[in-house]
Protein backbone atom coordinates (compact mmCIF):
# COMPACT_ATOMS: atom_id res chain seq x y z
CA UNK A 1 0.00 0.00 0.00
CA UNK A 2 1.48 3.46 -0.82
CA UNK A 3 1.91 6.14 1.82
CA UNK A 4 -0.86 8.41 1.06
CA UNK A 5 -3.26 5.34 0.53
CA UNK A 6 -2.04 4.58 4.12
CA UNK A 7 -2.55 8.41 5.35
CA UNK A 8 -6.06 8.22 3.47
CA UNK A 9 -6.97 5.47 5.04
CA UNK A 10 -6.12 6.43 8.55
CA UNK A 11 -8.02 9.90 8.03
CA UNK A 12 -11.15 8.08 7.04
CA UNK A 13 -10.92 5.47 10.23
CA UNK A 14 -10.49 8.64 12.25
CA UNK A 15 -13.24 10.87 10.29
CA UNK A 16 -15.00 7.54 11.06
CA UNK A 17 -14.08 7.61 15.04
CA UNK A 18 -15.63 11.51 15.18
CA UNK A 19 -18.83 10.76 13.50
CA UNK A 20 -19.33 7.60 15.38
CA UNK A 21 -18.53 9.65 18.68
CA UNK A 22 -21.07 12.14 17.62
CA UNK A 23 -23.48 10.39 16.97
CA UNK A 24 -23.35 7.91 20.32
CA UNK A 25 -23.07 11.56 22.16
CA UNK A 26 -26.40 12.31 20.55
CA UNK A 27 -27.91 9.17 21.40
CA UNK A 28 -26.74 8.40 24.57
CA UNK A 29 -26.18 12.40 26.24
CA UNK A 30 -27.97 11.97 29.05
CA UNK A 31 -25.88 8.05 30.27
CA UNK A 32 -22.44 9.21 32.07
CA UNK A 33 -21.30 5.82 30.43
CA UNK A 34 -22.34 7.06 27.11
CA UNK A 35 -20.79 10.51 27.38
CA UNK A 36 -17.40 9.06 28.24
CA UNK A 37 -17.47 6.23 25.33
CA UNK A 38 -18.59 9.20 22.80
CA UNK A 39 -15.48 11.41 24.19
CA UNK A 40 -12.73 8.58 23.96
CA UNK A 41 -14.07 7.58 20.36
CA UNK A 42 -13.98 11.40 19.24
CA UNK A 43 -10.68 12.14 21.29
CA UNK A 44 -9.46 8.40 19.70
CA UNK A 45 -10.60 10.15 15.88
CA UNK A 46 -8.82 13.25 16.52
CA UNK A 47 -5.70 11.58 17.84
CA UNK A 48 -5.47 8.69 14.64
CA UNK A 49 -6.01 11.70 12.16
CA UNK A 50 -3.11 14.27 13.26
CA UNK A 51 -0.96 11.32 13.97
CA UNK A 52 -0.99 9.86 10.71
CA UNK A 53 -0.80 13.61 9.41
CA UNK A 54 1.88 14.72 11.32
CA UNK A 55 3.89 11.30 10.10
CA UNK A 56 3.02 11.82 6.52
CA UNK A 57 4.37 15.14 6.30
CA UNK A 58 7.53 14.58 8.03
CA UNK A 59 8.03 11.85 5.93
CA UNK A 60 8.10 9.24 8.82
CA UNK A 61 6.50 5.56 8.27
CA UNK A 62 2.95 5.59 8.40
CA UNK A 63 2.71 1.54 9.75
CA UNK A 64 5.56 -0.57 10.54
CA UNK A 65 5.74 -2.50 7.64
CA UNK A 66 4.90 -6.61 7.39
CA UNK A 67 6.90 -9.00 5.98
CA UNK A 68 7.33 -12.72 4.80
CA UNK A 69 7.86 -13.95 8.42
CA UNK A 70 5.17 -11.61 10.13
CA UNK A 71 3.05 -12.35 7.70
CA UNK A 72 3.43 -15.63 7.97
CA UNK A 73 2.79 -15.50 11.98
CA UNK A 74 -0.04 -13.72 11.33
CA UNK A 75 -1.67 -16.40 8.99
CA UNK A 76 -0.51 -19.06 11.64
CA UNK A 77 -2.42 -16.59 14.39
CA UNK A 78 -5.56 -16.41 12.17
CA UNK A 79 -6.10 -20.61 12.45
CA UNK A 80 -6.02 -20.70 16.08
CA UNK A 81 -8.83 -17.90 16.33
CA UNK A 82 -11.28 -18.93 13.73
CA UNK A 83 -10.80 -22.64 14.63
CA UNK A 84 -12.30 -21.63 17.95
CA UNK A 85 -14.60 -19.54 16.19
CA UNK A 86 -15.77 -22.26 13.74
CA UNK A 87 -15.86 -25.01 17.02
CA UNK A 88 -17.74 -22.55 19.24
CA UNK A 89 -20.62 -21.41 16.80
CA UNK A 90 -21.44 -24.52 15.72
CA UNK A 91 -21.75 -25.98 19.13
CA UNK A 92 -24.21 -23.31 19.99
CA UNK A 93 -25.70 -24.06 16.85
CA UNK A 94 -26.27 -27.54 17.69
CA UNK A 95 -27.03 -26.76 21.66
CA UNK A 96 -29.58 -24.53 20.11
CA UNK A 97 -31.40 -26.88 17.56
CA UNK A 98 -31.51 -29.60 20.75
CA UNK A 99 -33.55 -26.92 22.29
CA UNK A 100 -30.86 -26.93 25.50
CA UNK A 101 -30.35 -22.91 24.89
CA UNK A 102 -32.92 -20.10 23.63
CA UNK A 103 -32.26 -17.56 21.53
CA UNK A 104 -31.64 -15.01 24.02
CA UNK A 105 -28.84 -17.03 25.21
CA UNK A 106 -27.63 -18.19 21.41
CA UNK A 107 -27.36 -14.57 20.96
CA UNK A 108 -25.89 -13.12 24.25
CA UNK A 109 -23.36 -15.82 23.29
CA UNK A 110 -22.33 -14.71 19.82
CA UNK A 111 -20.80 -11.52 21.47
CA UNK A 112 -17.89 -13.80 24.04
CA UNK A 113 -17.39 -16.16 21.78
CA UNK A 114 -16.12 -13.20 19.08
CA UNK A 115 -14.31 -11.32 21.76
CA UNK A 116 -12.74 -15.02 23.25
CA UNK A 117 -11.59 -15.60 19.21
CA UNK A 118 -10.27 -11.83 18.95
CA UNK A 119 -7.79 -12.63 21.94
CA UNK A 120 -6.79 -16.27 21.27
CA UNK A 121 -5.44 -14.53 17.65
CA UNK A 122 -4.16 -11.56 19.45
CA UNK A 123 -2.09 -13.84 21.65
CA UNK A 124 -0.94 -16.39 19.49
CA UNK A 125 0.11 -14.01 17.07
CA UNK A 126 2.29 -12.41 20.20
CA UNK A 127 3.83 -15.36 21.42
CA UNK A 128 4.77 -16.37 17.40
CA UNK A 129 6.71 -13.50 16.65
CA UNK A 130 8.64 -13.92 20.24
CA UNK A 131 9.01 -17.66 18.87
CA UNK A 132 10.63 -16.37 15.70
CA UNK B 1 20.33 -24.36 9.90
CA UNK B 2 23.32 -21.61 10.86
CA UNK B 3 24.10 -19.03 9.27
CA UNK B 4 27.38 -16.53 8.83
CA UNK B 5 24.99 -13.19 8.67
CA UNK B 6 26.43 -11.56 11.74
CA UNK B 7 29.95 -12.16 10.58
CA UNK B 8 29.10 -11.07 6.59
CA UNK B 9 27.28 -8.16 8.58
CA UNK B 10 30.23 -6.92 10.42
CA UNK B 11 32.70 -7.66 7.30
CA UNK B 12 30.77 -5.00 5.16
CA UNK B 13 29.99 -2.38 8.56
CA UNK B 14 26.00 -2.87 7.75
CA UNK B 15 23.90 -2.77 11.27
CA UNK B 16 21.02 -5.09 11.44
CA UNK B 17 18.49 -2.34 11.09
CA UNK B 18 20.30 -1.22 7.82
CA UNK B 19 20.19 -4.83 6.62
CA UNK B 20 16.73 -5.21 6.79
CA UNK B 21 15.91 -1.84 5.31
CA UNK B 22 18.09 -3.40 2.17
CA UNK B 23 16.25 -7.01 1.65
CA UNK B 24 12.88 -5.25 2.82
CA UNK B 25 12.05 -7.06 6.16
CA UNK B 26 11.75 -5.71 9.65
CA UNK B 27 15.06 -5.82 11.79
CA UNK B 28 13.50 -8.35 13.85
CA UNK B 29 13.52 -10.55 11.16
CA UNK B 30 17.19 -10.17 10.64
CA UNK B 31 17.60 -10.69 14.39
CA UNK B 32 15.85 -14.34 13.50
CA UNK B 33 18.06 -15.24 11.22
CA UNK B 34 21.09 -14.66 12.99
CA UNK B 35 19.72 -17.00 15.77
CA UNK B 36 18.57 -19.18 13.53
CA UNK B 37 15.08 -19.28 14.37
CA UNK B 38 13.77 -18.62 11.34
CA UNK B 39 14.01 -19.98 7.50
CA UNK B 40 13.91 -17.54 4.91
CA UNK B 41 11.95 -18.23 1.71
CA UNK B 42 14.60 -18.71 -0.79
CA UNK B 43 13.96 -15.17 -2.42
CA UNK B 44 15.10 -13.53 0.95
CA UNK B 45 17.85 -15.57 0.81
CA UNK B 46 19.19 -14.87 -2.17
CA UNK B 47 18.88 -11.07 -1.87
CA UNK B 48 20.45 -11.29 1.48
CA UNK B 49 23.21 -13.30 -0.15
CA UNK B 50 23.49 -10.54 -2.56
CA UNK B 51 23.82 -7.72 -0.12
CA UNK B 52 26.20 -9.76 2.14
CA UNK B 53 28.19 -10.37 -1.64
CA UNK B 54 28.40 -13.69 -1.17
CA UNK B 55 26.51 -17.14 -1.90
CA UNK B 56 23.76 -18.81 -0.35
CA UNK B 57 25.29 -21.73 0.68
CA UNK B 58 27.99 -18.97 2.84
CA UNK B 59 25.42 -17.89 4.39
CA UNK B 60 23.06 -20.19 5.00
CA UNK B 61 24.40 -23.71 6.58
CA UNK B 62 22.60 -26.49 6.54
CA UNK B 63 23.18 -29.03 9.25
CA UNK B 64 22.56 -32.53 8.77
CA UNK B 65 19.78 -33.72 10.93
CA UNK B 66 21.62 -36.91 12.69
Known sequence: MKTKDILYRNLFIGIFFILGGMLWLSLYYENLLGKLLSGFFIIFGIFISINSYRKWKRGEELEAPTDERSELNLLRASRAGFLFLYLSISLLFALFGLRLINEIIFTALMGPVFAVASVLFFLSFYRYEKAG | ?66
Open chain 2, 1 to 66: MRTRIKELRARYDLTQEELAKKVGVRRETIVFLEKGKYNPSLKLAYDIAKVLKSNIEEVFIFEEES
